[in-house]
């Protein structure tokens, strides 16, 4: 199991995002942090943004399909797309993970 993270600049395009990579059968599970504070370079200038995280549980072999997901569905130009592998998760759940995935 992976963890891809990604943001959005609003709480409703994160809604939407989440709802497409579901449907579109990317992932089993995709949670949405509201309101977390970024700090990045963009261009020349520090940038403090409110952005939500998108936290989303998927199978390592999803990774390129997610990615060319996010990139051609997200309002930002350099979305952030950073996949965590999972070191230690228990049975049950990744059994869920799979099958989840499987069935849609």
Request: hydrophobic share 45%; charged share 30%; net charge negative.
């Amino acid at each position: 199991m992976i963890v891809i993270l990604t943001t959005s600049p609003t709480i409703e395009e994160a809604e939407v995002l989440a709802r497409k990579i579901i449907e579109a059968k990317l992932a089993a599970c995709v949670q949405v942090v509201p309101q977390v504070t970024s700090f990045y370079f963009w261009e020349t200038e520090v940038i403090k943004d409110s952005e939500q995280l998108l936290l989303i549980k998927t199978l390592p072999e999803k990774f390129d399909r997610l990615k060319d997901f996010i990139q051609k569905n997200h309002s930002y130009d350099v979305p952030e797309i950073v996949a965590l592998s999972a070191e230690k998760v228990s049975e049950n759940y990744l059994n869920w993970i799979k099958d989840s995935i499987e069935k849609m």
